[in-house]
């Protein structure tokens, strides 16, 4: 993996956080797309945009970036108005989209060539940064190849490091790893990773709630708006319950079974489990062996599962008394 | 204590039963090159089974080849007793399909769509139809919505009224394409609760799905790696294989600490987690190695905590597949 | 094959055809938009041809002359010209599509035998130039009979009496109008189809559609009938623009001219399918429906120009065409008032045709994605 600490981007002086938002909407015609968000991300931080497809990830993005102009609300990127200075913004900013940008039929160095160019690098700088970027993505020697023949790991690391050859401040990343493999995506967040060690300031959308355990904060975004913002330990901390796992010979008449019980919170299955949110957990596995033996439905393993981010979510839209509907 | 993971459940699945799908050396290539290679496996009656890898690992392939839409190339599967070389359409009645795409109409209304589909599967208009509907409508809570037209609904309830319109002729059978990819969390939970219904009346369901967390639900799941099957058993035998190797530390300086624990030789292999580092060793251990831990405290950096992990299946991934 | 699931993909086509704004333009508006305004811009008929005259003679008889030809209707008088070159200037400025000369002397040289007129003609329009000329020779060789007659106080030897049947009044429009409908109707059809299959692949609906037991002929069968059903509307609707606002006449039985028109419809809509299953991209299925259908039906179909005049070879291609059967059978429905009797032949071929068209459908649509 390349060294990206060396070339450390600028990044934006005085006190202003690098990117701010301040009651950003945009309406289309009746539908709001985002309502009312506000948010600041400081220098070198990583920040997810989290939500399911539809929560308005897509539209706030293109908003910061100058690309769409918001109906109403400001946005700051890199200090630059977005509505004002949409141009400035570009220049400032990187993006890499969720189909990547790149252009199949073209190859790799002329990609790499297409992007320097839009980018307005030139001499040294310009063949130093395309050889950074061959290197990261792991394809000197391979210049020549067309970029559509590439495995889908690769392409994802040559579109990023299309995306900062020209070492911006911020980067934007839309869906960077929709269904890339493990590997693959490991090493590219260990790279997000190093960028933010050096400065770069970066918001990434995704809907793979896991993914927002690389995020030094995550955003939860549903139906245009803002549920929650803060640490992904934070997050799953306040959903302060303790989540057991129940395994038994009827999974499914235990799940009724226990969601009658009124000391648990919910009880949902999993698979051929039964998930169950507790307060107490002592009191709560007694409770739920006593209501087992009593219909006769036998009792398996019962142990402590860690909460996810998706039941974070979950919890957020239940409580704000949201619910998901088309 | 519940028997081996696999056999527990509401009923139990008779051993001599023949399984609803067995593929022998199915294989498919587009112009000479190879998507699916090689795949052998069998699905028993009434088990939730996932087929689980990231884009390109041939899961969609595999499927459209066991619902009968795509010729294999090599090999054969029986999917309910028919052989999907030689006769895909003879198990079509008896099976449902629910490929990646949205494969319903956007123009006709949530209602026309779901008339559509028991009109195509010989469903006479009548008190049971519209009792089948009626008990849909209640699992998929789409009935307020019932004159909407499909494409105006969002990504959620379109998977919720695509398994719908799967399901009103009572499948054998589910095949389904990733159903849950970018659905919202409420929604994906609605979704599994009809599946779990389905399973608790003896519908066997095979999905694909590239949501590690999500394939820890199945009764068993085949890793597909660049069309061929790494690993197939139950979540949690794959992940015992594992157990006791993997640990999460959480230090001052997370960067620091995973360059040092990456040149130590009792670590396979170490990733950057948020600020933690999640550490695969090669040795099952009950805790960290002493040695581990000091190298890295000597390195400048303060541990701040270690913590034993339950391998995911994520870890199971990379492990098989060397990443 | 069962009714019940080709009933169910004739209904759900029915629903997105009624909500789909293009197709419902090109199946309900184009069709009477295109016949009334083709029936009102095509005609071969030409009237009002703008001449000059130049007369040098200014006699009595070269006066009777030109009134000859301001008689028959066709020619109308816009200029008379003092000098021959002023003939020039006159064509060229397009004031005038002909020029008359009659030189000086016309009158006393007609007593003695020939007496030359000249006819001059813009001939940048080929078509109409020949009718003119046409036009004024007969003119002319009537006038010159009469003038003959007249001198020699005899009557004629040979009085050809000609009339065209069906069509008396040699009205274009009559043989137009039926054409046009067969044409419209014909790439209409291929161009409606051509949509359907393709596009349900490209939007992916076809990919869980044959993982049903659905049949291909049923899938086929039941996208071609609301089609169908959009096609022979639009012909009673030809039928009633032609009779009612370009006065054709329309002499045959309306019931045998829907039949035939299933017939006809189910070729053309069958081959605008067969290209929708074949090609699976609805750009290209428009594309080639298009080429295949626009040019052979204008053509070659006989609605223009005829079959017997043009070469073997071509005379041989157009019987794979409906669109030739079809003008045929409108024509003669329409002028002739013929029955089944007489079209069999054509009845017949369009069957083989329809049949060879949803066969080849049936045969190339795969229930396979790939």
Known sequence: MADAAASAPPFAEGGEAVIVADGLTRRFGDFVAVDDLSFAVEAGEILGFLGPNGAGKTTAIRMLIGSLPPTSGTARVAGHDVAVEPYAVRRAIGYMSQLFSLYGDL??????????????????????????????????????????????????????????????????????????????????????????????????????????????????????????????????????????????????????????????????????????????EAVARERIAAALEREGVELGEVRRVRPTLEDVFVSLVRKSGGVVAG | MIGPAGTEGSRSVAPDAAPAIEARGLTRAFAGVPAVED?????????????????????????????????????????????????????????????????????????????????????????????????????????????????????????????????????????????????????????????????????????????????????????????????????????????????????????????????????????????SVHVTLREPASRLPAEVLRAVESAGTGVESVEALRPSLEDVFLELTGG | MTFGRTLAIARKEALQLRRDPRSLTLGFLIPPFLIVFFGYAITFDVDDIRLAVWDADRTQASARLVDAFVASGYFRVVDRLERYPDATEALQSGDALAVLAIPRGYARDLAAGPSPVQLLVDGSDANTATIAIEYAQGIASAHSRRVTLAERDARPTLVPDSRAWYNPSLDSRNMVVPGLVAVIISILAALLTALTIAR?????????????????????????????????????????????????????????????????????????????????????????????????????????????????????????FPARYYVTVTKAIFLKGVGIEVLWPQALLLSALASLAIAATVAVFRKEVA
């Open chain 2, 39 to 275: 795949l052998s496996f069998d699905v028993h009656g009434g088990e939730l089974f996932g087929l689980v890898g990231p884009d390109g690992a041939g899961k969609t392939t595999t499927l459209r080849m066991l619902a009968g839409v795509l010729r294999p190339s090599g090999g054969d599967a029986l999917v309910l007793g028919a052989s999907v070389a030689r006769d895909p359409e003879a198990m079509k009645p008896r099976i449902a399909y629910m490929p990646q795409r949205f494969g319903l109409y956007g123009d006709l209304t949530v209602r026309e769509n779901l008339d559509f589909y028991a009109d195509l599967h010989g469903l006479r208009k009548g008190a049971e139809r519209e009792a089948r509907i009626e008990r849909l409508y209640r699992f998929s809570a789409l009935e307020p919505f019932a004159g909407r037209l499909a494409g105006k609904l969002s990504g959620g309830m379109k998977q919720k009224l695509a398994l719908s319109c799967a399901l009103i002729h009572r499948p054998r059978l589910l095949l389904l394409d990733e159903p849950t990819f970018g659905v919202d969390p409420i929604s994906r939970r609605d979704l599994w609760i009809i599946l779990q219904e389905m399973l608790a009346e003896g519908i066997t369901i095979l999905l694909s799905t590239s949501y590690l967390d999500e394939a820890e639900r199945c009764d068993r799941v085949a890793l597909l790696d660049g069309g061929k099957i790494v690993a197939l058993d139950a979540p949690r035998a794959l992940q015992a294989g594992l157990e006791g190797r993997a640990f999460e530390i959480r230090a001052a300086s997370p960067r620091a600490a995973l360059r040092t624990l990456r040149e130590r030789p009792e670590t396979r292999r170490v990733a950057l987690f948020g600020e």
């Open chain 3, 200 to 320: 349900e692949w490209e939007r992916g609906t076809m990919e869980q559609l044959v993982s049903t037991p659905v049949t291909r002929l049923e899938i086929v069968a039941g996208k071609l009938a609301p089609y169908l059903a959009i096609g022979l509307f639009d012909v009673l609707l030809a039928v009633g623009i032609g009779t009612l606002l370009f006065d054709v006449p329309f002499r045959g039985s309306l019931l045998l001219l829907l039949a035939m028109t299933s017939v006809f419809l189910l070729a053309a809509l069958g081959f605008g399918m067969f290209l929708s299953a074949a090609l699976k991209s609805q750009v290209l299925a428009t594309q080639f429906a298009i080429v295949a259908t626009y040019l052979p039906a204008l053509l070659l179909s006989g609605f223009i120009f005829a079959i017997a005049n043009m070469p073997r070879v071509l005379q041989l291609a157009t019987y794979l």
């Open chain 1, 107 to 280: 190859t790799v160095r002329e990609n790499l060539d297409l992007f320097a160019g839009l980018y307005d690098l030139s001499g040294e700088r310009r063949s130093g940064r395309i050889r950074w970027a061959l290197a990261n993505a792991e394809l000197e020697g391979r210049e020549e190849q067309l970029t559509a023949m590439l495995p889908l790991g690769l392409k994802q690391r040559l579109a990023l490091g299309s995306a900062i050859l020209h070492e911006p401040a911020v980067l934007f990343l839309d869906e960077p790893t929709s269904g890339v493999d493990p590997a693959a995506r490991r090493a590219f967040w260990e790279l997000i990773s190093d960028l933010a060690a050096g400065g770069t300031t970066i918001l990434v959308s995704t809907h793979y709630m896991e993914e927002a355990e690389h995020c030094h904060r995550v955003a939860l975004m549903n139906r245009g708006r803002l549920i929650a913002i803060d640490a992904p330990s934070a997050l799953k901390a306040s959903l302060e319950r303790p989540i057991l796992e129940v395994r038994t010979s009827d999974p499914s008449r235990a799940a009724a079974i226990l969601d009658g019980l009124e000391e648990l919170e919910d009880a949902t299955m999993f698979g051929r489990t039964v998930h169950v949110v507790v307060s107490d």
